[in-house]
């Protein structure tokens, strides 16, 4: 498998908030690559950089930024708005509101490919109407006329992918898209996001903080903590032994059917995500680690845990015992 | 989209209704009509005779729908002052009033969408600021002194434009940009806030990981939903124009609706000032009408409600 996206250090300031603190991750082609973490983390924050829109004041720095073999870091606004909506496309949290209230669902989807490829319109609404129904959509005739106040929320989430599929993109960065939905919506989206993946070929980079999306799609996953990438691995190899404490303290916050027992209280990590000052030096996360130690001050050592199983922790690969989740 | 038209449309002519019928009121409460037709020095048999002559001597009600008939026809009676019908002294005065509004309307459009728009993409910085400021300068000018300073100016000094008229089409110019003075603090406002509202929205974010223009996202996916407010008030603006033009039609002795109701009310022509008064607050009626359909031309949630 190759690289599509390449991210290494990625630094973001907001003012004087450290926003991410050199984070680095890989989403290969086909592959799907969950970010986890609680709310307040940078996950958004490092989607937005990759696409190039973060909000005005935003300082990123990186030493790499690949996407598709070629260095994006350097790209000028217009070079970027040229690969947004082409070859990388972005949908997000909140379904309800990401649409323009003032334009069709089909005026708003072949727009992007007017914009793109300056297809002819009849062609566009035909791509357009192709997609509708490849994201489950009945009658695309009809909904292409629609406006989106005229749709549900779960429609208008799979009429943002559609859209976001509209120029075929090999990258689709997709933030808690199933968040604003009910359950059985959400299982549908990700059903759909799955299927296109493997006919597609897609790379996902998919932010959530729900662990139980991340155990059904994710190829690999990479944690972050408070800017930084605290822990990154594959799926499976993450769940069977997660290293870093927060990563654990994560995953005891989730019931396990047949491990979870009854009267017996779910896990939860006391305090919330610090904001970090520019400058900060040690983990971020030694405030709430019930394993902090002095030399959790110091310079943090990113080790290899298993092969492709990175943490970035002061503690010994498998301390306490096994795994604690 | 016809439903939502033709309840607005009943909603316009109810209030026209309620403006006739205060109109037609107004002018009973004000005294015996009679007598104030008659004048001072009329003896009881003048004022008699007036009654009978009016027709004021029949019951109120009769008296309404009698003159409701005629006003909806356009038949506002006869001068007292000018030898002529009302509807006529009107209808030779509105062309001018109409254009000097809609010269006044298109220049504060066209000064203050852009001045909004840009003040809104540079929030908070310098230029921001002066936009405000040129705004509250604009809004602190009385219309008379700034229309007597352009006239003395470009008129006088300069020669350009001519300092009152309008022979010729330049004649609108000035009093057009005084007019224009009036709204467009209001619009430059209303642009700027409706913009940095449209621009920090998730659609815009959306319009942006499409990949989209700069242009686009500023004027096809920001200003088309900025713009639903700014519709509204220059409907507004446009009424206060059409009936606040008095001060600027006497600065420029422009002989419009203005200039005849402020002849009207110093000659005591109750007819005339009846009928300015009526037709002004048809037409913001008309006005108001015509913006709900404009927007929901614009904003397509509008056409359900």
């Known amino acids: 498998m190759s690289a599509l996206l390449e991210v290494a250090d990625l630094r973001v300031t907001i003012g004087s908030t450290a926003a991410v603190r050199g984070a680095s991750l890989t989403v290969n082609k086909g592959e799907t690559h969950c970010l986890v973490g609680e709310s307040g983390c940078g996950k958004s924050i490092t989607a937005l950089s990759v696409m190039g829109l973060l909000p005005r004041g935003a300082v990123r720095e990186t030493t790499a930024l690949r996407f598709a073999g070629e260095e994006i870091g350097r790209y000028g606004e217009r070079q970027m708005e040229r690969l947004r909506g082409d070859r990388m496309a972005m949908i997000f949290q909140e379904p309800m509101t990401s649409l323009n209230p003032a334009y069709t669902v089909g005026s708003q989807m072949t727009e992007v490919l007017r914009r793109h490829r300056g297809t002819p319109r009849a062609q566009a609404v035909d791509r357009a109407a192709e997609l509708l129904a490849r994201v489950g959509i009945t009658a695309p005739g009809l909904r292409l006329g629609q406006y989106p106040h005229q749709l549900s929320g779960g429609l208008r989430q799979r009429v943002m992918i559609a859209m976001a599929l509209m120029c075929d993109p090999e990258l689709l960065i997709a933030d808690e898209p199933t968040t604003a939905l009910d359950v059985t919506v959400q299982a549908q989206i990700l059903r759909l996001l799955a299927g296109l993946q493997k006919d597609l070929g897609l790379g996902i980079l998919l932010i959530t903080h729900d662990l139980g999306i991340v155990a059904r799609v994710a190829d690999r996953v990479s944690v972050m903590y408070a800017g930084e990438v605290v822990e990154s691995a594959p799926t499976a190899a993450l769940f069977a032994a997660p290293e870093h404490p927060y990563t654990r303290g994560l995953l005891t916050c989730v019931p396990v059917p047949g491990k979870a027992k009854r009267d017996e209280p779910l896990g939860s990590i006391p305090g919330v995500v610090p904001r970090i000052q520019p400058g900060f030096a040690g983990c971020g996360f030694r405030d709430r680690c019930a394993q902090a130690s002095a030399a959790c001050a110091g310079t943090i050592p990113r080790r290899e845990a298993s092969v492709g199983h990175e943490v970035l922790c002061t503690l010994p690969p498998r301390w306490g015992g096994a795994a604690a989740a | ?305």
Not at chain 2, 122 to 144: H, K, N, Y
């Open chain 2, 1 to 305: 989209m016809l439903r939502f038209f033709l309840r607005r449309f009943a909603v316009a002519v109810l209030v026209a209704l309620t403006v006739l019928t205060l109109a037609f009121l107004l002018t009973r409460v004000s005294g015996d009509l009679a007598i104030s037709i008659a004048g001072p020095n009329a003896t009881q048999a003048d004022v008699d005779a007036i009654r009978e002559a009016y027709g004021l001597n029949r019951p109120l009600v009769v008296q309404y729908f009698d003159w409701l008939g005629r006003a909806v026809q356009g038949d506002f009676g006869q001068s007292y002052f000018f030898r002529d019908r009302v509807a006529n002294l009107i209808a030779a005065r509105m062309p001018v009033t109409v254009t000097l509004g809609l010269v006044g309307l298109a220049i504060a459009l066209v000064v203050s969408l852009p001045l909004g728009i840009l003040a809104a993409v540079r929030e908070g910085t310098w230029v921001d600021r002066l936009v405000g400021l040129v705004a509250m300068i604009g809004q602190a000018m009385p219309s008379f002194w700034l229309g007597l300073v352009l006239m003395i100016v470009f008129g006088l000094q300069l020669g350009w434009v001519p300092i009152s008229g309008v022979e010729t089409w330049d004649g609108y110019i000035l009093p057009g940009i005084v007019l224009a003075f009036s709204a467009i603090p209001s619009l430059t406002r209303l642009t700027r806030s409706g913009m940095i509202e449209a621009l920090a929205s998730d659609y815009i974010r959306t319009a942006r990981a499409k990949g989209l223009t700069r242009l686009s996202i500023l004027v096809k996916h920001g200003f088309r939903n900025a713009a639903i407010p700014v519709v509204s008030i220059a409907a507004v603006q446009l009424g206060f124009m059409l009936g606040g033009s008095i001060v600027i039609e006497t600065v420029f002795a422009l002989h419009g609706v203005g200039f005849l109701a402020w002849e009207s009310i110093s000659k005591n022509d109750f007819p005339v000032v009846q009928a300015v008064v009526l037709v002004l607050a048809l037409i913001y009626i008309a006005l108001t009408l015509l913006a709900d359909l404009l927007n929901a031309v614009l904003d397509p949630r509008l056409r359900t409600a």
